[in-house]
C-alpha cells in the first residue's frame, strides 16, 4: 500500500506546474457565463431609461461567483486581478458589443437596448432575470 501511495504522489509532484495550474476565470463557464450576463444587463440598464437593473438580485450573483471560485481554488487576490484587469475588461466589452449587434442593439438608437432588455425579460434569460421594467 505505501508503494502504490509514494508511486501516486511520485507521478503527481512530477507533474509539469502547468498541468497542475489553474485555468484563467476567464476560461471557467461556470463563472464567466454569469459574470457576462452581469455585465451585460448592467449595460443595457446604462443606456435604457425604462429599465433598472435588480441591484440586489445582481449583487447577490456577482458574490455568489466570487464564493464558487473560491470554491473551485482562486484566491481573492486572483479574483480581483481578474475582474480589475483592463484586457479583461476590454475583452468582456467587446464580447457584450458583439452579443448587442448581433441582436440588434446599436448605441446610437437607444430603444434598441430596451427593446433587447424586454426580449431579455420575456425570455426570463440570465440576462433578463437581472432587470425590470421601471
Known amino acids: 500500500?505505501?508503494?502504490?501511495?509514494?508511486?501516486?504522489?511520485?507521478?503527481?509532484?512530477?507533474?509539469p506546474v502547468s498541468a497542475l495550474a489553474k485555468?484563467?476565470?476567464?476560461?471557467?463557464?461556470?463563472?464567466?457565463?454569469?459574470?457576462?450576463?452581469?455585465?451585460?444587463a448592467k449595460e443595457v440598464s446604462d443606456h435604457c431609461?425604462?429599465?433598472?437593473p435588480r441591484y440586489f438580485k445582481g449583487?447577490?450573483?456577482l458574490?455568489?461567483?466570487k464564493a464558487r471560485a473560491n470554491e473551485l481554488g482562486y484566491?481573492?487576490?486572483e479574483i480581483r486581478a481578474y475582474i480589475g484587469s483592463d484586457a479583461e475588461k476590454a475583452r468582456m466589452r467587446a464580447k457584450g458589443e458583439r452579443l448587442l449587434a448581433q441582436n440588434g442593439v446599436s448605441y446610437e438608437q437607444p430603444e434598441t437596448?430596451?427593446?433587447?432588455?424586454?426580449?431579455?425579460i420575456e425570455k426570463n434569460s440570465a440576462i433578463g432575470v437581472l432587470l425590470r421594467a421601471k
Open 59 to 61: 449583487l447577490g450573483e
Open 23 to 40: 485555468p484563467s476565470l476567464r476560461d471557467v463557464a461556470e463563472i464567466e457565463n454569469p459574470l457576462f450576463a452581469v455585465a451585460v
Open 75 to 77: 484566491s481573492d487576490t
Open 63 to 65: 458574490r455568489r461567483l
Open 49 to 52: 431609461d425604462r429599465l433598472a
Open 1 to 15: 500500500m505505501r508503494a502504490l501511495i509514494a508511486a501516486a504522489l511520485s507521478v503527481f509532484t512530477a507533474l
Open 113 to 120: 437596448f430596451c427593446a433587447y432588455g424586454r426580449a431579455e
